[in-house]
């Protein structure tokens, strides 16, 4: 673990500052992500975890200025990327980030490559976009790269259209073309979510490699936790847009401290255990519409709720050094009075 | 692809017989014929009349008439004009190039406003301009078309002098010469201007919301996290999307250039094939009748056809073999 203590002094990479994501349902704005902070390392792998609703997605899209025009808006907060605050930037400005230094892989890999165009063409334009390079050499870069990501016959692949290709083909090809630019941030949205098991250990591999290789940050965002053992080195975990806890892997999974993390791990199922009933956490996340304005969000499913649980919303605090937790079980997120 | 081509021309021939037998039946359904109308009965010999329906093979069994007529057909014989007693190819040949005139103006003015209208209100949805686009098309497309004609001949032919209300040529012409050229497009341009304008409102829409669509599209996303700039992504990655189902429309288009305008074409006496169309009913000049009949419908069946291998260029997702 001697990585880990080097990077705990390293400036981070990507800082998120009190992150506030909206979005405008029928005129009103309801906060899909909630006063989100946290830290990127360079090299480091930060996965976040959490149930469909929780505001993943949109806090990765929020990064990426991609989120849907005129629904979603980050309404306050702050981005800063590698000392740049992406949320001042213009479009322009933005673009000869996006694809670059920061890059993005979507779940969905059977509808995120245009259907109309060739696999080639798809990557080069990411490489056109950021570099000043001939038509030969993007050409020849487009199939080393294909290669790169464990593709077997990349120069007729590279004038195939994303039809011809099975889903971890594609999820590669999109993989290929975050990676074009060597970019300093990977953010992967639930890369494997809709690919089947081999394959997705196959895609969770090729990553790992790269990141390696590139020597780039990841965030890893998922609701997998076998996932997040196997690849991060860092956790958050989030529950209807805000983040209840954050520890470094290990400390998370063998010492979690919030109810929330610990019914998620509760229900991972054991290989070597018979069980009648696989275990579940009740109820859903409530939608954003119908999100509790004050208390803790998590409070009506959760086995360990106290009166105070519905009236005080819990601040994140250090319970111990480098693990944050949102709880009011524990002393450090109990609210100072005037702080918020 | 040449072999698809191949296979779907070869379907057509049945497909142009059931045709064939509906035209000649509601052909021989229509009351009267060439005689009745035009000969005045008072001042004719009925039984001259009865000799020449005779004559012609009027009263022959409908079986053996449509045989006939269709033996003819194939060998290339489409019959004698009953109106204008020349063969009925001359007749059309004389009207088509009027028509495909038209029909190509038309067809430009209706693409090229489309295009741009449709591009600008699917990239800027539900904006005022949008909204006036839609409007100003819906007009267009509710205005039938004999009144926008009436109007634009009053307006610019009667009131202003700006272009002719009739005819496809000024009289005393020399064919070939700039001033020839100048001139028909001169009268060309007040029907294809009425036509084109009210024809917008389909093309503009589907264009549209066949963008408005796409962009919210996971690929247009992709291509955002590139940090590909905007401009290109609609008017690439989204367009080139969007492009794919207009394709049905100018397999219409095709026919539409070549069967004319029947209405525009009466209003504005344009001699085409629209209006040789109308006359040969009023007339009852069935083999001319008859003739462009099929030629429509064999249009028709053509401009699928080229759809349909379209579809395959522009799609490589549609394979056709």
Known sequence: MSTKKMLRNEAPLLEVKNLETAFDIEGTDYNAVDNVSFQVKPRQIVG??????????????????????????????????????????????????????????????????????????????????????????ARQKAIALLKSVGISRPEKLVDEYPHQLSGGMRQRVMIAIAIACQPKLLIADEPTTALDV????????????????????????????????EMC????????????????????????????????????????????????????????????????????????????????TPVLGDIEQDHEVACLLYETSIPREGVK | MLKYAFRRILGMIPMLF???????????????????GEIDPTKTNPQYIAEMREKLGYNDPLPQQYFRWIGNFVEGDFGKSARYKIKVSDVISEKLPNTLLLGFSSLLITY????????????????VADNLIGGLNYLGLSIPS??????????????????????????????????????????????AVV???????????????????????DFVRTARAKGTAEKKIYNVHILRNSIIPLITFLGFDLVAIISGAIITETIFTYP????????????????????????????????????????????PRIRLD
């Not at chain 2, 009852?284 to 003739?291: F, G």
């Open chain 2, 146 to 191: 004999f009144i926008a004609g009436v109007f634009a001949i009053f307006l610019f032919s009667f009131t202003l002098g700006w272009f002719p209300s009739n005819g496809s040529i000024d009289i005393g012409m020399t064919e070939g010469t700039l001033e020839y050229w100048l001139s028909r497009l001169h009268h060309v341009f007040l029907p």
């Open chain 1, 198 to 229: 081999t394959v997705q250990a196959q895609i969770l591999e090729l990553l790992k490699e790269i990141q390696a290789v590139n020597d780039m940050s990841v965030i890893l965002i998922t609701h997998d936790l076998g996932v997040v053992a």
């Open chain 2, 112 to 127: 090229i406003l489309a295009f741009f209208m449709g591009l600008y209100s699917g990239r800027k949805p539900y904006t």
């Open chain 1, 48 to 137: 976040i975890v959490g149930e469909s609703g929780c505001g993943k997605s949109v806090m990765s899209l929020s990064i990426m200025k991609l989120l849907p025009k005129g629904i979603g808006k980050v309404k306050s907060g702050e981005i800063i990327f590698d000392g740049k605050n992406l949320e001042k930037m213009s479009e322009s400005q933005i673009n000869k980030i996006r694809g670059k230094d920061v890059s993005m892989i979507f779940q969905e890999p059977m509808t995120s490559l245009n259907p109309v165009f060739t696999i080639g063409y798809q990557l080069q334009e990411v490489l056109f976009n950021h570099m000043k390079i001939s038509k030969q050499e």
């Open chain 2, 272 to 315: 085409g094939l629209g209006q040789l169309f109308l006359q040969s009913v009023g007339t009852r000049d069935y083999p001319v009748l008859m003739t462009l009949t099929m030629l429509f419908s064999f249009l028709t069946l053509i401009g699928n056809l080229v759809a349909d291998i379209l579809y395959g260029v522009v799609d």
């Open chain 2, 195 to 217: 036509l084109g304008l009210l024809s917008t409102a389909s093309y503009t829409q589907f264009l549209r919301n066949d963008i408005i669509e796409n962009s919210r599209k």
């Open chain 2, 18 to 36: 059931l045709i064939s037998i509906v035209v000649f039946t509601l052909a021989k359904l229509m009351p009267g014929d060439s005689f009745s």
């Open chain 1, 233 to 312: 080195d860092e956790v958050i975990v989030m529950y209807a847009g805000r983040i209840v806890e954050r520890a470094d892997v290990d400390t998370l999974f063998h010492n979690p401290k919030h109810p929330y993390t610990t019914l998620l791990l509760g229900a991972i199922p054991k290989m070597d255990e018979q069980e009648e009933r696989l275990s579940s956490i009740q109820g859903i996340v409530p939608s954003l519409t119908n999100m509790p304005k004050v208390g803790c969000r998590f409070a009506h499913r959760c086995p360990k709720a106290m009166p105070k649980c519905f009236t005080v």
